[in-house]
């Protein structure tokens, strides 16, 4: 789990604003990933990018975008179309494009939208 | 993306006491992940298992891959309070993406 930095570790937005979450890898991973958790519950994948200037779609992935410029970069915008936005945001990378490919977690973004 | 069921969601263990989670799932899994998360924390890879029957160890953890390959297990013997978080199962999908079971929360009372 080492080497995936996001921030912040906490962030508190009005509603109807946009906020951009930062995720920074220096794993030289090719895959990244952006998961939502809700209290109590799993993850859901939002997006997800195998490289570099490509990302996919993952399972909920309305109201967020995301860009993936650079290797180690993969930011993710919740945008104010984000009906429900209030939740904790993990970022996760992984080496390569087999199947078996173990993810690495960052520690997290918490964000409360009020 | 195809998903996995986790039984039980909730379990709660006297300190010593063995715990087991169960991941099941209707079609053939290419292969299982365990993660462990911590409460306040992130997901921690803990073991991969590819073939069928798999058994790994590690120490008072013992993970088993299905013959079918179709379920899982984590089995934790005489737990501590240092096993407590969420144990998810998960499978890559297709384009390598983790779909993560619903987790197993894991309270080890002192």
């Known amino acids: 789990d080492g080497g995936i930095t996001q921030s912040p570790k906490y962030l508190f937005r009005k509603e109807g604003q946009n906020v951009t979450l930062s995720c920074e890898q220096n794993?030289?991973?090719?895959?990244m990933y952006w998961y939502r958790q809700d209290p109590g519950q799993g993850l859901r994948l939002i997006y997800y990018?195998?490289?570099?200037?490509?990302?996919q779609k993952g399972d909920i992935a309305e109201g967020y975008s995301v860009s993936r410029e650079k290797k180690e970069s993969f930011p993710l915008t919740v945008t104010s179309a984000q009906k429900n936005p209030t939740a904790f945001y993990l970022c996760?990378?992984?080496?390569?494009?087999?199947?078996?490919?173990?993810?690495?977690f960052g520690p997290g973004t918490r964000l409360t939208v009020l | 993306g195809q998903q996995v069921m986790q039984i039980p969601q909730y379990q709660h263990v006297q300190e010593g006491e063995d715990f087991t989670t169960y991941c099941n799932s209707s079609?053939?899994?290419?292969?299982i992940q365990w993660y462990k998360q911590r409460p306040g924390g992130h997901p921690v890879f803990l073991i991969q298992?590819?073939?069928?029957?798999e058994v790994k160890k590690q120490k008072r953890l013992t993970f088993q891959f299905g013959e079918a390959k179709k379920n899982s297990s984590l089995h934790i013997t005489a737990t501590q309070t240092t096993d407590v978080g969420t144990y998810f199962c998960?499978?890559?999908?297709?384009?390598?993406?983790?779909?993560f079971g619903s987790g197993t929360q894991l309270t080890v009372l002192p």
């Open positions: 996760a990378s992984s080496m390569g494009s087999g199947s078996t490919d173990t993810q690495y």
């Open positions: 794993l030289n991973h090719d895959a």
């Open positions: 990018s195998q490289i570099v200037n490509d990302f």
């Open positions: 079609t053939t899994l290419s292969n």
């Open positions: 298992l590819v073939k069928s029957g």
């Open positions: 998960t499978q890559s999908g297709s384009a390598r993406q983790l779909t």
